[in-house]
Nanobody
């Protein structure tokens, strides 16, 4: 599966953005999909994940209540709706997918085989 992330941009604190991760080559419903982010000088960190069967979602504590991950099977796309953005949310955001991930490993970048190219989110104060 190939992944294409988009939707990043510059937004003021308190604003919203919706990131898209479009899958091609395979149907996204056959994969667990995660969103990660990496700020300058920091390690890549987990943001949110959607399970392969669609029955479970998971969020990092830092985004819980502000971000929502969802999947549109018809569009073969996974979205990350980001509300109440903060300057500390500034990072490059990546989507990742895997067919056989163990759900307990959903927050581990190395557990995902497929990655999109990243989209930059900048939140100004």
């Amino acid at each position: 599966v190939q992944l294409q992330a988009s939707g990043g941009g510059l937004v003021q604190a308190g604003g919203s953005l919706r990131l898209s991760c479009v899958a091609s080559g395979r149907t996204v419903s056959g994969y667990a999909v995660g969103w990660f982010r990496q700020a300058p000088g920091k390690d890549r960190e987990f943001v949110a994940a959607f399970s392969r069967n669609g029955g479970s979602t998971s969020y990092a504590d830092s985004v819980k209540g502000r971000f929502t991950i969802s999947r549109d099977r018809a569009e073969n796309t996974v979205y990350l709706q980001m509300n109440s953005l903060k300057p500390e949310d500034t990072a490059i955001y990546y989507c990742a997918a895997d067919r056989s991930i163990i759900w307990s490993s959903r927050a581990t970048p190395s557990a995902y085989d497929y990655w999109g190219q990243g989209t930059l989110v900048t939140v100004s104060s």
